[in-house]
């Protein structure tokens, strides 16, 4: 199933006196990259959110953005005095030790880890609120991957609409590639006839005939064809494979231009150089396609 890269996805919901909002951001990028912004003190989710994302998204760059709101007007506070008696006496000691003098304020005091406890810092530790942000993180990956399912199909119609022109275009070059050769080689022979009459010694017509064989065989595009032809039905075969797809079909498109490229090279008929370029055109355009593609 084809996906997109770009997507958003965002919830809002509220639990006793907390008010949750996670929005999560999808654009494109080569590989998988995911960012996750939490409050301080629900840092500890960093991993467990990235993990949960992972599930939703193959590739692109994600920003996962938590924030956590205590709706109450008062929140309480708290002071473990014990650790807070700790990290002051080991203050004192490591001022006897090496004779310092250190000043340590009320306000030092309360950024020691473990001194300050707030009902935000209680909530992270709370076995049942992490389930519920977890939850909550899920459903907003779910929205984000509705739209990236929705873009999807709707790159999917514009990259087989356009895989069909190019197609059609190839069949009209492979039936046109044998007229192409015996034009070439009738005008080859025609102009070496006109030269031989007109040259002062006699030709090996042996060698002629290698030397008209030999140019007219680099013009012969039937492998550019086959192997045009083969990267098409690989190009369709991504389609139903549920994994990234996004860079292989980058990689088709640009082993398709080159067969095109030398389609228009080679070939000695106005047409098909006509149809070559109608398919590097629309080539360009399904890589501009693609480049969204997860």
Not at 109 to 124: M, S, Y
Request: charged share 30%; net charge negative.
């Amino acid at each position: 199933m084809i996906r997109s890269m770009t997507g958003y996805g965002r919830i809002d919901e509220v639990k006793g006196s907390t008010r949750l909002t996670v929005e999560i951001r999808s654009v494109n990028h080569r590989f998988s990259e995911i960012l996750v912004r939490l409050p301080k003190a629900w840092s500890i989710l960093e991993d467990p959110v990235r993990k949960l994302i992972a599930q939703f998204t193959l590739r692109g760059r994600v920003e996962v953005s938590i924030s956590l709101e205590n709706i109450q007007s008062i929140s309480a506070a708290s002071i473990n005095w014990s650790v807070a008696e700790q990290y002051v006496a080991l203050t004192r000691e490591i001022d006897r030790r090496f004779l310092l003098e250190t000043v340590v304020t009320a306000k030092d005091v309360l950024f020691f880890p473990g001194v300050l406890h707030t009902k935000e810092t209680e909530a992270a530790n709370d076995d049942e609120l992490v389930d519920w942000l977890l939850a909550q993180v899920q459903v907003a990956a779910k929205d984000l991957l509705s739209m990236k399912v929705a873009e999807g199909r709707q790159l999917y119609a514009d990259l087989t609409k356009r895989l069909s022109h190019v197609s059609e275009w190839i069949k009209e070059i492979h039936q046109l590639a044998p007229l192409g050769m015996e034009e070439y080689h009738s005008r080859l022979q025609q102009r070496l006839n006109e030269w031989t009459h007109q040259a002062p010694f006699e030709l090996d017509m042996g060698r002629v005939a290698q030397e008209v064989a030999f140019f007219a065989d680099k013009s012969d595009i039937s492998e550019e064809i086959t192997r045009l032809e083969s990267h098409c039905h690989q190009f369709v075969e991504q389609f139903g494979k549920d994994e990234a797809i996004g860079r292989k079909l980058d990689f088709l498109l640009q082993e398709m231009n080159r067969e095109a490229n030398t389609i228009a090279s080679k070939a000695n008929h106005l047409r098909i150089q006509h149809l070559a370029v109608e398919i590097k055109s629309e080539l360009e355009k399904m890589r501009e396609q693609v480049q969204n593609v997860e």
